[in-house]
């Protein structure tokens, strides 16, 4: 960490400088290994060859793609960059689990072989890849041309050791049945286990296969449809057919039993609101412009799910056929954020920059898709309100709140004939990036509704401005079907009792590091930045406070909290959702000392995040935070973000 806690000398430079050449060399090995699988590939897909010659290299291809799995450097591609390079014939997930050994990177590769070359039987081959961290890499080939086609998968302790259950579809027949399959790892190698499925008795219509050493396979011969999913607590399946009166939940127990259920389908809403569907992540990335947006999948509506996704692409992407020519000198770099998702509501807001060669400067990006998931279309803020005086009469009243709060006065400089025209347009996108700057967007949350308008570029170049769904008066409201809804999850606002007031005697606030700010799971709440003494020494501390300075939630302990000194308090925080599950996260750096040494008075950064969890509470992934530290990506919040945004991280 900056050389702050641990001795500099020239044998450590030279042992770095070693690891530096070694480091190179793997490169080199790894990126020409990739290239020969991708030319592998070619040829697979080439159907004017010889179909011998093709059928030969998909065993080539898939023996070479378990040794590239193997490779430290492979870990590091996104699972939506690992699918793209291989012409979308790999279907890629990857997921963090914490057991009691440490905390475990699974990702599960799937690769299709040409239909038209092996028929639709054995044509599937699934991988396991697995490490705790980039030293530590192991794949293993888990289906060697197997039907079944993975989704979804769990990894949990039990008796036994460590068990990856899988979970997707067998193609093979019709209807579709899904699969479950249970593996253990012994060693370093993951071995197929039978599933102990009892005496269990299946609802009427439900079929089971239940074969030893392979996987039970659930149909249901009176539906076309039917979804496999992972259950929210992580510990099983929730398999549903077109009919929810005949769900299943298949639940697993530490001995290895598996219990299967049907009486728990009606509590499939209890559940979570955003359990119908997930969300990834895709970029584009090209000609000096990356926009990364999401994509819905496990929708059970595929055409619905293909209909929103191509709205979600076309509106992430708007205004980038202007800009084709790699020599326009355009660069752009936008990320999103999920301002709200649910059942029936999907909000999106984009964020980042355009800078046009020879520009002055560049320009900061601001635009929205919200999206009504039951009508698959996009909602305009006049689909919402109806956008004429008494609205802005509301807006320039004072009830609506700046999230920049040093931009809470500039909407004042707006007549209202402008916010009418503004407004009434909101959402409705030009078609050109320079355009979109001068356009003004909307977006939700689960309790407030926001507005974006365009500012002069000495003030950000827009300004967002929210308002609570309680502050609008039922005559400036359109389609009440939406409201009803929209305002349903207003309960989710802090319901945890307080525990008094902040002790300012102990705990000295930092005000400069202390803001209002919206939290998912919290509703509107004050993020307040410590100092306090442990042990005569000095230590960062954050607490939530509600609208009556009582506390209502105070944070785990800072990564550096346990071994350093605070002297120098909070230098960065920002709110943002940085692993993409719906819910804002805390990002810090703070400046610490050692105390000890010729350089103990030297202050250097700590940074730390507090994932949200649905629960109303935050953590910390020590792993995480240990490797964002050692490696520098802890001088600025921007470091913070890129580095963990190439993380697959699930706290939920």
């Known amino acids: 960490m900056n050389g702050c806690t641990k001795g500099n000398d020239s044998s450590k430079a030279a042992t770095n400088h070693t690891r530096s050449l070694q480091n190179e060399a793997k490169t080199i090995s790894y990126s020409k290994k990739l290239d020969t699988l991708l030319e592998t590939l070619h040829i697979i897909n080439d159907e004017n060859m010889n179909s011998d010659v093709r059928q030969n290299k998909i065993q080539d291809f898939t023996q070479d793609l378990d040794l590239l799995l193997n490779e430290p450097e492979s870990v590091e591609i996104t699972d939506g960059e690992f699918a793209e390079k291989f012409d979308n014939k790999l279907t890629v997930i990857t997921k963090s689990f914490q057991l009691k050994s440490g905390r475990l990177n699974v990702r599960v590769v799937n690769y299709r072989a040409p239909t038209t070359l092996t028929g639709t039987i054995g044509d599937k081959y699934t991988f396991i890849q697995w490490w705790s961290t980039k030293q530590l890499v192991h794949a293993q080939m888990l289906e060697d041309g197997g039907p079944e086609l993975t989704t979804d998968f769990v990894v949990r302790d039990s008796e036994h050791g460590i068990q990856l259950w899988l979970g997707g579809y067998v193609s093979i027949y019709h209807p579709d049945p899904v699969f479950v399959d249970l593996w253990e790892l012994s060693g370093q190698k993951w071995s197929q286990k039978s599933i102990d499925v009892g005496k269990m008795k299946l609802p009427d219509a439900w079929e089971l296969n239940k074969d030893m050493n ?166 305009k803020l006049r689909d919402l309100v109806k956008v004429e005086k008494p609205f802005i009469e509301l807006i320039k009243s004072g009830k609506i709140t700046a999230v920049q709060p040093e931009q809470q006065g500039l909407i004042g400089d707006f007549t209202k004939d402008d916010l009418i025209q503004l407004l009434t347009n909101a959402d409705v996108t030009k078609g050109s990036l320079a355009e979109v700057e001068m356009e003004s967007f909307s977006y939700f949350t689960n309790d407030s509704l926001g507005m974006s308008v365009p500012m002069a570029h000495v003030v950000g170049d827009h300004a967002e401005y929210e308002i609570d769904f309680s502050q609008i008066p039922e005559n400036i409201r359109q389609n009440e079907e939406l409201w009803n809804e929209l305002s349903s999850t207003e309960e ?49 501390y954050f607490f ?85 530290n050692d490696q520098g990506h802890n001088q600025t919040i921007k470091d913070v973000i890129q580095y963990v945004s190439k993380q697959r991280i699930n706290v939920n």
């Open 214 to 379: 392979k996987p039970i396979m659930f149909e249901n011969r009176q539906h076309d449809s039917i979804g496999i999913e992972v259950l929210d607590h992580g510990d099983g399946f929730l398999i549903n057919s077109d009919d929810s009166e005949q769900n299943l939940i298949i639940e697993f127990s530490k001995s290895g039993e598996v219990r299967i259920d049907s009486e728990y389908s009606t509590t499939l809403n209890t559940h979570s609101e955003r359990q119908s569907y997930e969300l990834i992540q895709e970029e584009y990335s090209k000609n000096g412009m990356v926009i990364k947006y999401p994509q819905i999948i496990k929708l059970k509506d595929i055409a619905k799910q293909k209909s929103l996704n191509q709205i979600l692409k076309t509106d992430a992407l708007e205004g980038l056929q202007n800009y084709a020519d790699s020599n326009s000198g355009v660069h752009v770099e936008i990320d999103y954020e999920i301002k709200r998702q649910s059942e029936r509501f999907l909000s999106v807001q984009y964020t980042g920059i355009h800078y046009v060669k020879d520009a002055a400067y560049p320009s900061h990006m601001f635009y929205t898709t919200n999206l009504d998931m039951k009508q698959a279309s996009r909602i």
């Open 492 to 540: 989710q606002s802090v319901s945890t009792v307080g525990s008094g007031k902040l002790d300012t005697v102990q705990y000295e606030i930092e005000e400069s590091q202390s803001f209002q700010t919206t939290l998912e799971g919290f509703g509107k709440v004050r993020f307040v930045s410590t100092q306090a003494k442990k042990d005569e020494i000095p230590k960062n």
């Open 544 to 628: 939530l406070l509600d609208d009556r300075e009582q506390v209502i939630y105070s944070f785990p302990d800072l990564y550096g909290n346990e071994w350093w000194y605070a002297d120098e308090g909070v230098e960065a925080l920002a709110f943002k959702d940085v692993n993409k599950d719906g819910l804002k996260d805390v990002i810090i750096i703070a400046y610490y000392e050692t105390g000890s040494g010729p350089d103990g008075a030297k202050p250097f950064p700590i940074a730390d995040i507090y994932f949200q969890k649905k629960n109303k509470t935050f953590i910390t992934l020590p792993e995480l935070d240990e490797a964002l």
